[in-house]
């Protein structure tokens, strides 16, 4: 008997299968984790069914029947992920090719196997740990399952006899519609992609997801987690049949860990912002310039202020304007779009938010990391909205991504009615 999923994630491990799934369930898809096919009963009516077959030390014909076995457990969905070691570990090359064995005519796998957060990126084809070639880390060494090869085509033809296709690191860098030609002129069915940051992940997703709405192409996704999810949000996955509304976020801090945080969620998340600039304070059009994005479809719509030139003083009284002005633009387009939720990096700025949405207060559900809080507006026209808060100097790079996370995933869960 199948288990209905919209994604299907196949590991061979229980640790990275469990990692995945996490990265799936931040975005608010309903996420359950089974080892073997025989427990897969137990996630009925989950968005997202992670499989461990616990097959990377196994015998590639062994593993090759588990990921058989788990495919027809699930039955169709509308992404198939195979999780892989984020050092290629296992038996990569023929879990594929048992998948494609399985999948629709002209399914292809994109093989995407870059975790740059973890210090694995792909480059020349090369998969590196840190910059070094992964036939000359720990990973060549490792007792059970050495890898001996840095080239991921050649890791990949161990175990298929499918052809392999690249694409190098300077088509990824061109954008979208450089990668989207590159995969529609190719017909191999595994393809592989450079990638040196979470930019060039979503850069290939949003390909990928192009490639498919105009020519009917189904992709595996080959990857040790970030990719999957960038790719399913790409193709709408978990959206339901109405978009889910988007989380705006409201950035008056002008610091360079707040542009950091601010840059990794462009990548990470493909969030768009209006960049305000200090002689440019007018709530009116800076409004108008994020309602433009949010009709554009943008899952995460934010406002900027741009920071100074090197050397150049920000004016006191110009300082002060900022919160309220930012503050005002934001309950503008609340009142005139479906926002789902707010994100406000700075103190002053979450309080003048607060104030220009007419709340009450504020009640704090969770703390996302230290000194950073999310919770509901309380009382106004907005009451219940969901919110979250950070000082402008709290948290590493990754600090606005985990709030924003936190907020797409109560968002999804409010619209579906689930907790």
Request: charge should be negative; proline fraction near 5%; charged fraction near 20%.
């Amino acid at each position: 008997m199948t288990v209905q999923a919209q994604v299907l994630v196949i590991g061979d491990d229980l640790t990275g299968s469990n990692a995945t799934g996490a990265r799936f369930a931040r975005t608010g898809l309903r996420t359950v984790s089974v080892t073997g096919v025989e427990r897969v009963e137990c996630a009925k009516g989950a968005d997202v069914v992670v499989i461990n077959c616990g097959s990377r030390q196994r015998p590639a014909a062994w593993a090759r029947a588990a990921v058989r076995r788990a495919v027809d457990a699930v039955g169709p969905v509308e992404l198939l992920a195979k999780r892989v070691d984020t050092t290629l570990r296992g038996n990569v090359g023929a879990e594929v090719d048992a998948v494609l064995e399985l999948a629709e005519p002209g399914t292809r796998a994109l093989v995407v196997p870059a975790f740059p957060e973890a210090g694995r990126t792909t480059v020349g084809g090369l998969h590196l740990v840190d910059g070094t070639p992964l036939a000359e880390t720990s990973a060549a060494r490792d007792p059970l399952t050495p890898v001996a090869h840095s080239r991921v085509a050649t890791i990949l033809q161990e175990g298929t006899d499918r052809a392999v296709t690249e694409i190098p690191l300077d088509v990824v860098e061109s954008g979208v519609d450089a990668v989207a030609e590159r995969l529609a002129g190719t017909v191999e069915p595994l393809v592989v992609c450079d990638a040196t940051t979470n930019a060039h992940l979503g850069t290939i997703a949003e390909a990928a997801a192009a490639v498919r709405r105009r020519q009917g192409t189904h992709w595996v996704s080959v990857d040790s987690g970030p990719f999957a999810v960038l790719l399913a949000t790409a193709l709408g996955i978990g959206s339901g049949p109405h978009p889910l509304p988007p989380a705006l976020a409201v950035v008056g801090s002008i610091t360079a860990t707040t542009r950091d945080q601010v840059l990794e969620l462009e990548q990470v998340l493909r969030a768009r912002f209006v960049d305000v600039a200090l002689d440019g304070l007018d709530p009116g059009a800076i409004a108008r310039r994020t309602a433009g994005l949010l009709d554009e479809g943008g899952r995460v719509v934010g406002i900027r202020t741009c920071l100074p030139a090197p050397g150049e003083r920000v004016d006191p009284t110009t300082a002060e304007r900022i919160p309220a002005i930012l503050a005002e633009a934001a309950a503008r387009v609340a009142a005139q779009h479906r926002v789902g939720g707010l994100y406000a990096t700075g103190g002053d700025i979450a309080e003048a938010v607060t104030a220009a949405l007419a709340s009450d207060g504020f009640a704090i559900d969770t703390e996302v990391l230290p000194l950073a809080v999310a919770g509901r507006l309380v009382g106004g026209p907005h009451d219940g909205l969901p919110f979250a808060t950070k000082g402008g100097l709290i948290g590493d790079r990754t600090a606005a991504v985990a709030c924003v996370e936190h907020l797409l995933r109560v968002i999804a869960q409010r619209e579906k009615g689930t907790s």
